[in-house]
């Protein structure tokens, strides 16, 4: 199956610092999604961007498909921003809509 | 409903012994899912299921394990005969087509004594 890998496995922020997360992919996809993990267990959807740019709030994504990655960058984090990030994919063929999951970069901003 | 809806939030069970959890999806989902999450592990996927398609059991890790979905809704995941490795969180996501946004509940903590 398509491998995915995260860096970095762990984060360590100051509150108000800026960091950049990476999604690696093994194989074409037409569907990329970023996930946050809360301390609580809740998966929140960010982003879902198969290919180019989007933001949302201290949040952007952007998503290079023909190089097979995709960036999540976080801009001057908060608290609130801690936890797991997820990057999912799913493979451009027929009859697999399979969404697999990187291992996820834990992320901690402290105070 | 508003959102993915999971039943029970957490269930202990004595191994051998059977178990099901409940997922209710966002009302006009066509496409569901299980996965699973062991403690600090990420996503494992289990099943899917699509509109009146037959369901993509790949990830199923035994035979013990089993899933359906009623009426294209209510999707029912079952253990039989519980071991210990099967404590893990299960989480079922629902989407409204494929290739779309994936939405989570709140997932079952299972803990098999």
């Known amino acids: 199956g398509i491998q995915v890998e995260q860096s970095p496995p762990d984060l360590i922020l100051q509150e108000g610092a800026n960091s950049t997360l990476r999604c690696n992919f093994s194989d074409s996809v037409n569907n990329l999604q970023w996930f946050h993990q809360n301390p609580w267990g809740q998966l929140i959807n960010l982003f879902y961007?198969?290919?180019g740019t989007k933001q949302n709030g201290r949040l952007s994504a952007t998503t290079v498909a023909t190089e097979r990655y995709s960036l999540l960058y976080i801009s001057s984090s908060q608290t609130t921003d801690s936890g797991v990030y997820f990057c999912?994919?799913?493979?451009?063929?027929?009859?697999?809509?399979?969404?697999?999951f990187g291992a996820g970069t834990t992320v901690t901003v402290r105070a | 409903g508003a959102g993915v809806s999971q039943s029970p939030s957490n269930k202990v069970t004595e191994k051998g012994k059977d178990v099901e959890l409940r997922c209710d999806p966002i009302?006009?989902?066509?496409?569901l899912y299980w996965y699973r999450q062991s403690l600090g592990q990420g996503l494992e996927f289990l099943i899917y299921?699509?509109?009146?398609?037959?369901?993509?059991k790949s990830g199923l890790p035994s035979d013990r394990f089993s899933a359906e979905r009623t009426g294209g809704s209510v999707s029912t995941l079952t253990i039989q005969r519980t071991q210990q490795e099967d404590s893990a969180v299960y989480l079922c996501?629902?989407?409204?087509?494929?290739?779309?946004?994936?939405?989570f509940g709140s997932g079952t903590q299972l803990s098999v004594l």
């Open positions: 999912a994919v799913e493979r451009s063929r027929s009859n697999d809509y399979k969404l697999s």
């Open positions: 009302s006009g989902h066509t496409a």
């Open positions: 299921f699509q509109g009146n398609s037959a369901p993509d």
């Open positions: 996501a629902s989407r409204l087509r494929t290739v779309e946004k994936l939405f």
């Open positions: 961007i198969p290919s």
